[in-house]
T-cell receptor, first 113, second 112 residues
């Protein structure tokens, strides 16, 4: 599985934007970039995913570099509820029989009131 | 109206016992998973089922036996529990194995 690299931890002030980076220099052309987060004492929760173009949804935006070797999850206005561990995951699309999410160590996001 | 539900939420048991964790999803998904999160918070896939057929078994000891009676259920039975089995176990489901996955709230298993 292609590997992702994320900072271990980040802090941000409440109500400010947060940019969570992810490096994936060995990404293949058919890998989707997925982001999940895990709030304290809960199961992981899907945030967003994309292939090449930037993506927006109600939770966040995903900015993907032109060479696809890095991406950034953007929370536009962080709230205390956004404090969680954020995981950047590459998910192959042409690998039937190997459907799984391979979690790394993620980035622990702390929101400062 | 929980999408992926696991029971029990907490399970404390003695070494050597046999226990089961149940998982049900009401999303109409055809792929279900079991993940284990250890004390260092590392999440790792254990099993994956598609349409009741096992498609991933990530070198899990054969004391762990998943069973999928239908597409909506994936239960995990553990024989001869060991201290190292203590962890949080998460069930998840998705459609087709490539769409977003929905996770349950987890079952915290403590073996004493």
């Amino acid at each position: 599985d292609a590997k992702t690299t994320q900072p271990n931890s980040m802090e941000s002030n409440e109500e400010e934007p947060v940019h969570l980076p992810c490096n994936h220099s060995t990404i293949s052309g058919t890998d989707y970039i997925h982001w999940y987060r895990q709030l304290p004492s809960q199961g992981p929760e899907y945030v967003i995913h994309g292939l090449t173009s930037n993506v927006n949804n109600r939770m966040a935006s995903l900015a993907i570099a032109e060479d696809r070797k890095s991406s950034t999850l953007i929370l536009h206005r962080a709230t205390l509820r956004d404090a969680a561990v954020y995981y950047c995951i590459l998910r192959p699309t042409l690998n039937f029989g190997n459907e799984k999410l391979t979690f790394g160590t993620g980035t622990r996001l702390t929101i400062i009131p | 109206d929980t999408a992926v539900s696991q029971t029990p939420k907490y399970l404390v048991t003695q070494m050597g016992n046999d226990k089961s964790i149940k998982c049900e999803q009401n999303l109409g998904h055809d792929t279900m998973y079991w993940y284990k999160q250890d004390s260092k918070k590392f999440l790792k896939i254990m099993f994956s089922y598609n349409n009741k057929e096992l498609i991933i078994n990530e070198t899990v000891p054969n004391r762990f036996s998943p069973k999928s009676p239908d597409k909506a259920h994936l239960n995990l039975h553990i024989n001869s529990l060991e201290l190292g089995d203590s962890a949080v176990y998460f069930c998840a489901s998705s459609l087709g194995g490539r769409t977003e996955a929905f996770f349950g709230q987890g079952t915290r298993l403590t073996v004493v």
